[in-house]
């Protein structure tokens, strides 16, 4: 564990758990992530600058698990989330996706929130 890393075009890939942001601040610039389950998490202030986050076969994305006093956990800057073309469905058969509503909320920019 350290503080203040930065990770620069790097490409982690993985399946459950690809990256452990575990505590300190890190910083990812044009990063590719890829993973199924819960593959970004961890306890760290992370901001992913201009990172391509891929989700494979329609997975969670992130088990951020920051402190509730720690005003920033997780920050996406301009990120790109893109995954496979087969949604994940629940064991009954039905795609969790067509159920969805809203869309999640991606990027703080200067004080206003992007979708």
Same mark, same amino acid.
């Not at 901001?47 to 006093?69: R, Y």
């Given at each position: 564990?350290?503080?203040?890393?930065?990770?620069?075009?790097?490409?982690?890939?993985?399946?459950?758990?690809?990256?452990?942001?575990?505590? %300190?601040?890190?910083?990812?610039?044009?990063?590719?992530?890829? %993973?199924?389950?819960? #593959?970004? #998490?961890?306890?760290?202030?992370?901001? #992913?600058?201009?990172?391509?986050?891929?989700?494979?076969? %329609?997975?969670?994305?992130?088990?951020?698990? $920051?402190?509730?006093?720690?005003?920033?956990? #997780?920050?996406?800057?301009?990120?790109?989330? $893109?995954?496979?073309? $087969?949604?994940?469905?629940?064991?009954?058969?039905?795609?969790?996706?067509?159920?969805?509503?809203?869309?999640?909320?991606?990027?703080?920019?200067?004080?206003?929130?992007?979708?």
């Amino acid at each position: 564990m350290g503080d203040r890393q930065v990770y620069r075009k790097c490409r982690l890939l993985g399946w459950q758990d690809t990256l452990y942001a575990n505590g %300190g601040r890190q910083y990812f610039d044009h990063c590719y992530i890829e %993973g199924r389950v819960d #593959f970004i #998490f961890g306890n760290a202030r992370a901001v #992913f600058d201009h990172c391509e986050i891929h989700s494979k076969n %329609g997975g969670h994305v992130t088990a951020a698990s $920051t402190d509730p006093a720690v005003p920033w956990g #997780f920050v996406f800057l301009d990120c790109k989330l $893109t995954g496979d073309a $087969t949604p994940w469905k629940d064991p009954r058969g039905r795609s969790r996706v067509a159920r969805r509503r809203r869309r999640p909320t991606w990027a703080v920019r200067g004080g206003r929130t992007r979708r």
